[in-house]
């Protein structure tokens, strides 16, 4: 664990302890020019750890404190997202794979924050599901069904399910209710997917929904 603080941090409001992992990915050149960014006052802008594609991790806020990585957004209901969770950014531009070593660092990484604050693995959620309409990370490149493998996500079962209104599934699942909501979804479980909502969509939140209850 590399400490690299980060000025960009304030107490969490109305005494709130972290129930969310927000995953991140830079979208830049480099790990150093993401460090630069997330470390400059004039940005305004931070997340509590940074993993670089060569599976190092760096610490720039401690996850006592509120770091201003989410933005304006929702999930289940809950607009201030960062008093509510953990940031955790990955050092990829957005259109290449995400290393084997940086997603075994981050499997590490998200089990101890998970058995620290004791948040079920439903609650790691994408950057984009909480901010589909303004965010995409950390997109269709990331291994999901890797994570949910080894018991720190979610990914929908093989059971067949009756086909439910997507609309009401999505919300239930977590997601705002824009329209964009529909391609974070489909960025996050079903990447290779075209064409409008039809009923393998309504089954993936049906038996994701199962999972999470």
């Not at 953990?86 to 531009?93: H, P």
């Not at 239930?172 to 209710?177: I, L, V």
Request: glycine share 6%; hydrophobic share 40%; with cysteine.
């Amino acid at each position: 664990m590399i400490q690299t603080p980060s000025p960009n941090f304030g107490p969490r409001k109305a005494t709130a302890s972290p129930s969310l992992v927000v995953l991140h990915y830079t979208a830049m050149t480099s790990a150093q020019a993401a460090l630069d960014r997330l470390c400059d006052p004039a940005a305004e802008v931070s997340a509590h750890y940074l993993i670089e594609a060569g599976g190092a991790i760096h610490q720039l806020v401690p996850e006592t404190m509120r770091a201003w990585h989410a933005g304006q957004g929702s999930w289940r209901g809950t607009a201030d997202v960062n008093s509510q969770s953990i940031g955790i950014e990955l050092d990829n531009r957005g259109d290449h794979p995400f290393s084997n070593l940086q997603m075994t660092t981050l499997e590490c990484l998200l089990g101890d924050i998970l058995s620290r604050w004791s948040i079920p693995p439903g609650n790691v959620i994408a950057h984009a599901d909480m901010a589909p309409d303004r965010k995409l990370d950390p997109g269709p490149r990331f291994d999901w069904r890797r994570l949910a493998l080894s018991g720190l996500s979610v990914w929908p079962d093989d059971n067949p399910d009756t086909p439910q209104d997507w609309s009401t599934e999505a919300t239930r699942f977590g997601y705002p209710n824009v329209p964009e909501a529909f391609a974070a979804f489909r960025a996050r479980f079903r990447p290779w997917a075209t064409g409008p909502c039809d009923d393998e969509d309504r089954r993936i939140l049906a038996r994701l929904n199962r999972a999470t209850a």
